[in-house]
């Protein structure tokens, strides 16, 4: 990938920030069907902690991870290619310095 420009780098980090959050937000409606299951009776209190403790240490802590410590565009290009974002929500100047990655993430 061709060396991204500091406004590039700003744009590609305020994406990761979105597809950061999206897929908590999916990880988090995961877990919060199993609150919807304790609610019902479905599970006891224990289940229900243990559903909490795989999240935190599962899903919540990977996401962490991957967010935090990636690199802005290889996230951003991992998110186009798993479909968290949108072509149209990239700035259209900065897609090329993304195809290749986006093309390697997809395959």
């Known amino acids: 990938m061709k060396e991204a420009s500091k406004t590039a780098k700003k744009h590609f980090r305020a994406l990761a920030v979105v597809a950061y959050e999206r897929e908590l937000n999916e990880a988090l409606a995961a877990l ?44 951003v290009a991992h998110a186009l290619a798993a479909g968290v974002l949108e072509e149209k929500e990239v700035d259209e100047r900065y897609l090329p310095l993304l195809a290749s990655l986006v093309e390697f993430f997809t395959h």
Not at 47 to 61: D, F, I, M, T
Not at 64 to 69: E, G, L, T
């Open 32 to 75: 919060a069907a199993q609150f919807d299951r304790w609610k019902k009776g479905e599970l006891d209190a224990f289940a229900l902690n243990e559903e909490v403790h795989k999240y935190h240490q599962g899903s919540a802590r990977d996401l962490y991870k991957f967010y935090s410590y990636g690199d802005p565009s290889h996230l």
